[in-house]
């Protein structure tokens, strides 16, 4: 017990390290977004080469590492701290990443209209026209796919409603509630429920999707493929060999063929509700200690026509 809890604490000060390794030394871990392969030759660009493909495995690595889990615990402990001296700080987290998860759910939603508009052109070009294939783009450079191409891409705008808008449909209250003592409880207690269900059920789980999702996603991406149980050092070794191997594979030989970005979706959704269930807690915690009054404070919900129309009468 005492081993667990003294490397518990020697993670929290190795993150203050990690954290300022990542933030101040970007080009150990993001130099591959410059690109893996050079054209022109030389050992120099050999040794760049090399160089981008191991901060590829290093990044690869620390996203779904035990040092990324202490920066985050790090970093959200932080903030708890700084909103137990200050209120105000903490009330600015909340409506900062309030505000940015109901702009991301808000914009993402219109995937949802451009599906139904692109289900209808397809039916009409299809039905009518007897169209095969589209060509989308200006200036020459047409981007033409089969028509089944587009039937199957409409999976992806369900994709993004799915995936963008859960923490959007969070804020606003629109997720199922099963309520057994919830509704009859004080509003003290159902706060204590809300930052009880953040820590213990909202947050692991997303964990768990997390460290699963990674790799699923990496797989996919590059070759040789990593593994969960890769070590750091053998992740570099295998830097020599790697490669992009971009899944392009569709369920038809005209259909869809940029599945990665399904794969994509999941980490997005699942840093999100991540993000959305930290910010939760925080909003119970500073509901609990103001009272009943301060319940829904600076919630920016969205309001319908309905509700509009409402509003109105009561004014006039």
Known sequence: MIDAIAAF?????????NLFQALFSPGSWLAWLGGLNRTTGGEADAEATLAAKESLMRFVYYGASTELFFVVLLVFLG????????????????????????LLGRVA????????????????????FRVSEISVGPFGTAFTRDLSWYSEELKLYNAIVVCLCVAWTFVQGGHVRVDLVYGAVS??????????????????????????????????????????????????????????????????????????????????????????ACVFFWRSWLEYREGEMSAGRYLDRDILGDETAEKTAEIH
Not at 9 to 17: C, D, E, H, S
Not at 79 to 100: A, D, K, M, P, Q
């Open 79 to 102: 903030v708890t701290i700084g909103g137990y001296f200050s209120r105000r700080f903490l009330w600015g987290v909340v409506r900062g990443f309030e505000g940015v998860l109901n």
């Open 109 to 128: 939603a219109w995937a949802g209209l451009i599906m139904v508009i692109q289900q209808v052109m397809i039916v009409f070009l299809q039905r009518i």
């Open 187 to 276: 509003h003290r207690k159902k706060r204590a429920i809300d930052m009880f269900g953040s820590i213990v059920f909202m947050m692991p789980a997303l964990l768990l999707i997390w460290l699963y999702s990674w790799f699923f996603l990496w797989r996919h991406l590059i070759t040789p493929n990593p593994s969960a149980s890769d070590t750091l050092d053998r992740l570099i070794t295998k830097a020599r060999a790697v490669r992009w191997n971009v899944e392009t594979i569709g369920f038809s030989p005209n259909g869809f063929d940029a599945y990665f970005l399904f794969k994509v979706l999941i980490l997005l959704f699942t840093a999100t509700a991540f993000a959305q």
């Open 9 to 17: 604490f020697a993670n929290i000060a190795l993150a203050f390290v």
